[in-house]
């Protein structure tokens, strides 16, 4: 026997929205993001060293 409920049932929830692809990088935005990169890590060798060499100057000169 079939019982018409009038759309009267549990609806299933819509499925989650699916991530839009990403492009890959140019060969232009690929070059770009090495030499930022390598920037990086240039400045996370250097930096401490010429703040250390700031800071030392800095001492220096107060308590001369």
């Known amino acids: 026997m ?9 609806h299933q929830p819509d499925p989650p929205p699916q991530k839009p692809q990403r492009r890959p990088l140019t060969p232009g935005e690929q070059k770009v993001m090495l030499w930022v990169i390598c920037f ?7 930096a401490p060293i010429g703040g ?8 220096a000169a107060l308590f001369r």
């Open 40 to 46: 990086n890590l240039a400045l996370l060798v250097v």
């Open 52 to 59: 250390a060499t700031v800071i030392h100057a800095a001492f």
């Open 2 to 10: 079939f019982l018409d409920l009038n759309g009267y049932y549990r």
